[in-house]
């Protein structure tokens, strides 16, 4: 699969990069993944800036240069990661996106299908609902990339809402054991 594919995907879901979030629907009737644009700052070094602003780095990257913030994501990621705050969930989100990288690559999926895949993403961070069948079969093909972006968006989402402590120990957990 062409990773400028899975890219352009989930730049739109992000909202084009322009501010998506969570649960909204454009026209087309799409649900926005949460867009990280205004995580990307930061801030003073505090602990929950530094994972924030990382996890944010991830996704923006993850959406490729379409992104208006891709560049400075990329920059401030790699800044990120050389620091002792950022070192280990730095590392985490290095090995992510090598092993995203393969696993999509190594798949022929379409552009609606990657779009199902991450609208389930999408839809599994609001609430209990079960995917569907297809839903589930196409999750199946990607675990590892469904994994680090339902951790990464929920992670955003708590951001979001101002769970910055909450969302901050979510991804040092995960950092900490490896497994996203």
């Known amino acids: 699969m062409s990773i400028k594919r899975f890219e352009s995907t989930l730049l739109g879901l992000l909202g084009g990069g322009t501010g998506g979030s969570l649960g909204k629907e454009d ?14 700052n ?9 994972v924030r602003a990382l996890n944010a780095a991830f996704l923006i990257t993850l959406a490729g240069p379409g992104h208006r913030l891709f560049w400075e994501a990329d920059v401030l990621f790699e800044k990120i990661i050389r620091t002792e705050e950022g070192s280990q969930l730095g ?15 190594s798949l022929e999926l379409t552009e609606p299908q990657i779009e199902e895949i991450l609208t389930s993403s999408a839809c599994a961070l609001e609430g209990p609902t079960e995917p569907t069948p297809d839903q589930k079969a196409l999750l199946l093909k990607i675990p590892v990339t469904v994994a680090y972006l339902r951790s990464a968006l929920a992670a955003a989402a708590l951001f979001a809402e101002g769970r910055d402590e909450e969302a901050a120990d979510l991804l040092e957990i995960l950092a900490s054991t490896g497994s996203p």
Do not use: A, K, N, V
């Open 27 to 40: 026209d087309g009737g799409r649900t926005y993944l949460p867009d990280p644009s205004d995580q990307i």
């Open 42 to 50: 930061p801030g003073d070094g505090r602990r929950t800036d530094t």
């Open 91 to 105: 590392r985490y989100y290095q090995r992510g996106r090598s092993t995203i990288w393969r696993e999509l690559e």
